[in-house]
């Protein structure tokens, strides 16, 4: 099955900095990648995603990238501020239909220094 | 829309007593998610449903964990007996379908067996 992992598992960043935020995951026939954040006592919230027929998709100040030869993708949070801070989760699933479910990574815990 | 659902918000028991978690998914999305979270695992799925039918059930650690989803509406998940390691962050979420959908969290119940 899929292994989703990101890289590093925290992340310190300066208010105002840029942040990446690093996945690999193993399958490749998954074609849809989410990123949910979330904060503390609440559930996941999707944030942003990406489907493999793109490289590249912006929301204002974060942005998702995807290497499909490198089956990797990354979340870029620009002037970052300090409700930035919350724990992200990437993800990865196939096609709609049989086997077809999010597994997602452990998880990174950002924290935006004011 | 109240969004997901769940109840009870926090959940204290004792070993070896049943643990019932509820969930009610938001109106017209036909896929429900259970999930578990700890700090040594992060987020693991447990099982979904697609209209009402168990798809899934793979992530199901033991006997001793069972789901339902008798309509639409409503989804439990039950711990019999409980175990001081099932204490955990126990999410549901739902969505228009499996796989490349945006699921909506609710805000999980915190369960503590002691």
């Known amino acids: 099955g899929e292994n989703v992992e990101q890289h590093p598992s925290t992340l310190s960043v300066q208010e105002g900095d840029s942040a990446v935020i690093k996945c690999t995951y193993s399958d490749s026939a998954s074609n849809y990648f989410p990123w949910y954040k979330q904060e503390l006592g609440k559930g996941p919230q999707l944030i942003i995603d990406?489907?493999?027929?793109?490289g590249e998709k912006k929301d204002q100040r974060i942005a998702v990238t995807l290497n499909k030869t490198a089956k990797h993708f990354s979340l870029h949070i620009t002037e970052t501020q300090p409700e930035d801070s919350a724990v992200y989760f990437c993800?990865?699933?196939?096609?709609?239909?049989?086997?077809?479910?999010?597994?997602f990574g452990k998880g990174i815990t950002l924290s935006v220094r004011p | 829309d109240a969004g997901v659902i769940q109840s009870p918000r926090h959940e204290v028991t004792e070993m070896g007593q049943e643990v019932t978690l509820r969930c009610k998914p938001i109106s017209g999305h036909n896929s429900l998610f259970w999930y578990r979270q700890t700090m040594m695992r992060g987020l693991e799925l447990l099982i979904y449903?697609?209209?009402?039918?168990?798809?899934?059930d793979s992530g199901m650690p033991e006997d001793r964990f069972s789901a339902k989803m008798p309509n639409a509406s409503f989804s439990t998940l039950k711990i019999q007996p409980s175990e001081p390691r099932d204490s955990a962050v126990y999410f549901c979420?739902?969505?228009f379908g499996t796989g490349n959908y945006e699921q909506y969290f609710g805000p999980g119940t915190r369960l503590t067996v002691t």
């Open positions: 449903f697609n209209n009402n039918v168990p798809i899934d």
């Open positions: 990406i489907r493999s027929n793109v």
């Open positions: 979420a739902s969505s």
């Open positions: 993800a990865a699933s196939r096609p709609t239909g049989a086997n077809s479910k999010l597994t």
